[in-house]
């Protein structure tokens, strides 16, 4: 599959660019870093099926798109041909899900996103059922802490109006630049089944014919993985179509490339070990 990395870049790289024209054009995106709009469904939920975050593509594929990699990842890696069966295709999956955990669960503290928000004008905001919004101190984001209007009283104004009872709610961080999470996933994610499918139809690197052909359950591993690019590919149109501001979307793409090149490491260093090895005998 010659060119397979290339094409992939070529096709995200367009569909963020029209999805986002499109968004910006017909003003079909939501600024998901405005505090005052960000809880509320989407301005087109009613008259735009994927501009609802409940939409099934959004809950079931794209908020649980590391659980589907992996899978994908796995049934093509253990059904591959034992001559494409690498440590080095191992460690890329292990950089990549490296990857994904500093940027969205935890880095020394606060995930990589969490800190680009909280250093750009970010604040740590509560949306109550009023629809007030609470700005309360950056730890509470930083431990995800649950906040309650018993517990945490102090926190909320004497003048607002609260809920009866005891509410609580886990505050979130707002404004600043809130960069696009499904895109810089979709985006690594993308290419990097496109990087892993292509080991598939790249010439074996062994003589014996045995150890590059197929094994019979490696026929559905590769058309799972395609199905599960093409729905990545769809995903991206819909949030730069209907989530985040430009900037975002552009800042999550271009993080997503990143990430990937950071997956090629384990096959630069290969190369650059094999061109020493042969340079010294």
């Known amino acids: 599959m010659p060119g397979a990395r290339t094409a992939a870049l070529a096709a995200l790289t367009t569909v963020v660019f029209i999805g986002t024209l499109y968004s910006v054009g017909y003003e079909t995106y939501l600024d998901t870093s405005n505090p005052l709009i960000t809880a509320l469904p989407h301005h087109l939920h009613r008259t735009d099926y994927f501009a609802s975050k409940k939409n099934p593509l959004n809950i079931y594929f794209t908020k649980k798109l590391w659980g589907w990699i992996t899978v994908t990842f796995l049934f093509h890696f253990l059904t591959s041909p034992r001559a494409v069966r690498t440590k080095a295709r191992l460690a890329q999956y292990l950089i990549a899900t490296a990857v994904w955990l500093a940027f969205t669960t935890w880095f020394f503290g606060p995930p990589v996103f969490d800190r680009l928000t909280a250093s750009t004008g970010g604040e740590c905001t509560l949306h109550l059922p009023s629809g007030a919004v609470v700005t309360i101190p950056q730890q509470y984001c930083s431990t995800k802490s649950t906040v309650s209007t018993t517990t945490h009283s102090a926190l909320f104004p004497a003048s607002l109006l609260l809920p009866d009872g005891e509410w609580t709610g886990v505050p979130r961080l707002r404004k600043g630049h809130d960069v696009s999470g499904h895109v810089f996933l979709l985006t690594m994610s993308m290419l990097f089944l496109v990087?892993?499918?292509?080991?598939?139809?790249?010439?074996?690197?062994?003589?014996?014919?045995?150890?590059?052909?197929?094994?019979?359950?490696?026929?559905?591993?590769?058309?799972?993985g395609g199905v599960v690019t093409f729905l990545s590919l769809f995903a991206v149109y819909t949030t730069s179509v209907y989530f985040h501001t430009p900037s975002e979307k552009f800042t999550g793409y271009l993080l997503g490339v990143a990430a990937f090149a950071l997956t090629q490491l384990p096959h630069y260093l290969k190369s650059a070990t094999s061109s020493t090895d042969k340079v010294g005998s």
């Open 195 to 224: 990087d892993q499918l292509r080991q598939s139809f790249a010439p074996a690197p062994t003589a014996r014919p045995s150890d590059a052909r197929w094994p019979s359950y490696h026929n559905w591993a590769v058309a799972f």
